[in-house]
């Protein structure tokens, strides 16, 4: 009886981390082949607020993003 719900715990608790980390590992390669923001969305987003940016400007803004991925 115990070994039983011994057994269907650690089942439990292996599917938890195998899915835990396949999720993350296809969550990864998703946002690598489609970033959530590019440099054309940048540019229009500085645009908006009244500014031209320069090339350099959006260089920066760009690594500080993919700083946090």
Same mark, same amino acid.
């Given at each position: 009886?115990?070994?039983d719900? /011994? /057994?269907i715990l650690i089942g439990l608790i292996v599917? /938890?981390?195998v899915g835990f980390l396949g999720a993350r590992f296809f969550m &990864? &390669?998703?946002m690598q082949k489609? !970033? !959530?923001i590019n440099e %054309?969305?940048?540019e229009v987003m500085m645009s908006s607020m009244g500014r031209k !940016?320069? *090339?350099k400007q959006v260089n920066q803004v760009m %690594? *500080?993003?993919n700083k946090f991925m």
């Amino acid at each position: 009886m115990i070994h039983d719900i /011994l /057994l269907i715990l650690i089942g439990l608790i292996v599917g /938890l981390v195998v899915g835990f980390l396949g999720a993350r590992f296809f969550m &990864k &390669k998703y946002m690598q082949k489609n !970033p !959530p923001i590019n440099e %054309k969305m940048i540019e229009v987003m500085m645009s908006s607020m009244g500014r031209k !940016p320069s *090339q350099k400007q959006v260089n920066q803004v760009m %690594k *500080q993003m993919n700083k946090f991925m």
